[in-house]
């Protein structure tokens, strides 16, 4: 019962928000001028005086408006501005300049019939920040045709290399494995230098292809042929230092030390506030690639106590890699580390991502808009009617996994209010169909969204993400999605089958000693038995043919395959439930036995594993006790959930304990907001922030080419006493 109704109360919140949506999307700020009426207003915007009240409950009837309060007025229309003042103007000049370019100028446009704001941008060369900041209403009301914008002119930006003297650059060809990194690294610059020298270079993505040509500063000294240099460093001789430790950090002898310092001998030995000369040990770093190191982008406020700390290096050890760091630290820097260097930090693509904790770098002033595309179904459901609204929602897995996903995303949203975040929402029913997509899609505004959260079919997927792409908007695709075309914005958050085998296989090659691998696999499973295979050349190998997949596998003939000296690991790979079902209860039956009574000390030790966690591993045929006596080992998108502070939240305000939908709907909203509220673009934070986990999902998103973000994240779970245990 309490199941039917936190699906009926789901139905009606989504009624609810939708209706309440539909009814207040509309709002105008207003910044009251000198001499100002709450009736002069009212006149302007076409609205009662009544209904501002409503709307900004510090103003009381009949008390005189303060020049310069806010107000927050309803209704589509926007009261004609008068012209900015010389002062006025100056003062948003200046704000600009703390926000990046100055203007130098405006001019006027006049919004014409199905324009868009991200057409207007693209025109004029500004960003969508820079409109709305001179045109405030924007924030608050769509395009709407006649209106009169104020278009900021700012000084155009220099094509590459102009302006530049040609002796101070150079033309440098990507090598194969540099990055990004590798070459700002080697040429001493900021990957922002980079990007202003090479303004080819995308900004939303981090690729760089081989042979690629790049306007470099000349590397220091370079046009000089065989220089040879003795560099020192200046070193002040700290408390309880003797030539041991000086020679450890500093690699350099002391007999060396004491010949260019003869103060050493004067004075009877190193002395506390002595400063001495160190001659600079250069190292010969090799090819600056991939191959040889990793790199990390120094933050802002970071110093020399939180890196040597987070790479477990001293600072003269960091100095020897990089030359640079002796004229002090800076942010942008990109230094370079070596490759096998470990610590609490992620490596993707050679490049040291920090793990952040989202939870403390939540900014309040962000106010994220996000909208909600699922398949509600509302067109076939009779509210009125709880027993036929059950059998649809049973009957119809769409519908359910929107519930689970909706309802969980409810509770991530009052989360995040809780936290201070306000957050815009608007939810609507696509019903599963690409018509009413399109309808959606065209009736709204994206540009005025931060992200979008689903929808669930591919056709619908595609549509709302080359929509969204006009706008640079990002997708999230909530369950598994493929695509055969490239949809650069969309966010997969459902792992890939082939990260979670090799997730699985890299598991088990790093676990693995004397062990017997061997695979059971049906004709269907070719891919999985040679990925097995290819990482273990010595694995036996059953194929079971297609018309034996119903009746099992010879018992006889697995015995003989199965060792007695050391244990059996047996990767079963079928999407056939009764041929898994026989596999399964054979492999009991030979586990922790001895195939020769008379030595009873040799007993068969039997572990089970699968690469594809499908379906059919969870049907009702299949002994669970039976895969808990097998240690049964297999990689998930997702892990069990204990009784935590949201199962708690979920409980009280369903009635009932979330499934797997609901928690996946957190966690994904959850993530998404925390991001948006740290930085208002998922796509610029996911080039720096990798992985996160919550409850029973985790996310790693990575950006393949131009074919979107694919989360590479994934549990490797184990059944053992009946109970589903994480391993990793």
């Not at 649809?392 to 995303?409: D, P, Q, V």
């Not at 006009?470 to 966010?491: C, G, R, T």
């Not at 997730?503 to 038995?529: C, F, G, P, Q, W």
């Not at 297999?634 to 708690?648: G, H």
Request: charged content about 25%; proline content about 5%.
């Amino acid at each position: 019962m309490k199941y039917i109704q936190n699906q009926i109360y789901i139905i009606c919140a989504f009624c609810l928000l939708v209706s309440c949506t539909a009814l207040g999307q509309r709002f105008n700020t207003h910044e009251v001028k000198q001499g100002e009426t709450l009736e002069s207003i009212a006149k302007a915007y076409g609205v009662s005086p009544a209904s501002i009240l409503q709307y900004n409950k510090e103003i009381r009837p009949g008390q005189p408006l303060r020049a310069n309060t806010i107000l927050v007025v309803p209704g589509e229309k926007v009261a004609q501005k008068p012209t900015t003042s010389v002062s006025g103007l100056n003062k948003s000049i200046m704000q600009d300049s703390t926000l990046g370019r100055t203007p130098i100028g405006f001019t006027t446009h006049r919004v014409k019939k199905k324009e868009t704001i991200f057409g207007i941008t693209q025109e004029y060369g500004i960003t969508e920040d820079e409109l709305k900041k001179y045109n405030k209403s924007l924030y608050a009301s769509p395009l709407q045709k006649k209106m009169e914008l104020r278009i900021p002119k700012y000084k155009v930006q220099p094509a590459q290399g102009a302006g530049l003297n040609p002796d101070d650059y150079e033309k440098y060809v990507v090598a194969p494995k540099e990055t990004r990194w590798s070459i700002a690294n080697k040429y001493g610059i900021t990957i922002d230098s980079m990007l202003v020298l090479n303004p080819g270079l995308s900004k939303t993505n981090n690729y760089l292809s081989e042979g690629y040509e790049l306007l470099l500063p000349k590397i220091a000294g370079s046009t000089v042929d065989n220089q040879q240099t003795q560099l020192f460093i200046s070193y002040t001789v700290p408390p309880k230092m003797n030539f041991y430790r000086l020679e450890q950090e500093f690699n350099v002898k002391a007999d060396e030390i004491v010949r260019l310092n003869p103060e050493i001998t004067e004075r009877g030995g190193l002395k506390e506030g002595m400063v001495i000369r160190i001659p600079e040990k250069k190292l010969d770093p090799g090819e600056i690639n991939t191959d040889n190191y990793i790199f990390y982008e120094v933050k802002p406020k970071q110093n020399e106590f939180r890196l040597t700390r987070k790479f477990g290096m001293t600072w003269a050890e960091l100095i020897q890699l990089n030359p640079d760091l002796k004229d002090g630290l800076k942010a942008g820097m990109v230094l370079k580390l070596p490759k096998d260097k470990v610590g609490d930090f992620e490596v993707r693509n050679s490049l040291v991502l920090d793990k952040m904790n989202l939870l403390d770098s939540i900014n309040i002033d962000v106010r994220p808009k996000i909208m909600f595309l699922l398949p509600f179904r509302l067109d076939k459901l009779n509210l009125t009617d709880k027993e036929v609204v059950v059998k649809t929602i049973e009957s119809r897995n769409s519908l359910k996994y929107s519930l689970g996903l909706y309802s969980g995303a409810l509770v991530a949203l009052d989360s995040l209010k809780s936290l201070g975040v306000s957050i815009d929402v608007k939810t609507f029913d696509n019903q599963l169909d690409l018509m009413r997509t399109k309808q959606i899609l065209q009736s709204e505004n994206l540009g005025g969204y931060n992200a979008i959260f689903g929808p669930l079919d591919i056709p619908s997927l595609k549509e709302t993400a080359v929509q969204a792409a006009k706008y640079n908007v990002p997708v999230v695709a909530p369950v598994p999605a493929k695509s055969e075309i490239s949809l650069n914005n969309v966010f997969f958050s459902y792992t890939e089958e082939p990260v979670l085998r090799k997730h699985m296989l890299d598991y088990v090659e790093k676990a693995h000693s004397d062990e017997t691998i061997l695979v059971i696999a049906d004709e269907n499973s070719k891919l999985e038995r040679e990925a097995i295979i290819a990482r273990f050349p010595n694995a036996k190998v059953v194929v079971v043919k297609e018309e034996e997949k119903n009746i099992g596998i010879n018992r006889d003939k697995l015995q003989t395959l199965l060792s007695d000296q050391v244990t059996n690991w047996v990767f079963v790979e079928s999407k056939n439930f009764k041929l898994i079902s026989s596999v399964v209860s054979i492999l009991n039956s030979f586990h922790n036995t001895a195939f020769d009574p008379l030595e009873g000390e040799h007993k068969v030790q039997v572990r089970m594993f699968t690469t594809d966690m499908n379906p059919a591993f969870e049907n009702d045929v299949i002994s669970n006790t039976h895969l808990s006596n097998l240690h049964f080992t297999y990689p998930s998108v997702y892990r069990e959930v204990a009784d935590n502070s949201f199962v708690k939240r979920y409980r009280k305000r369903f009635g009932d304990d979330p499934d797997r939908y609901a928690i996946r709907g957190f966690d994904l909203m959850y993530d998404l907001l925390l991001k948006l509220a740290y930085k208002n673009d998922l796509i610029d934070v996911s080039r720096f922030i990798g992985e996160t986990e919550y409850n029973g999902n985790k996310f790693d998103y990575e950006r393949k080419d131009v074919s979107g973000y694919y989360n590479q994240a994934s549990y490797i779970m184990m059944i053992e006493d009946l109970r589903i245990k994480e391993l990793e």
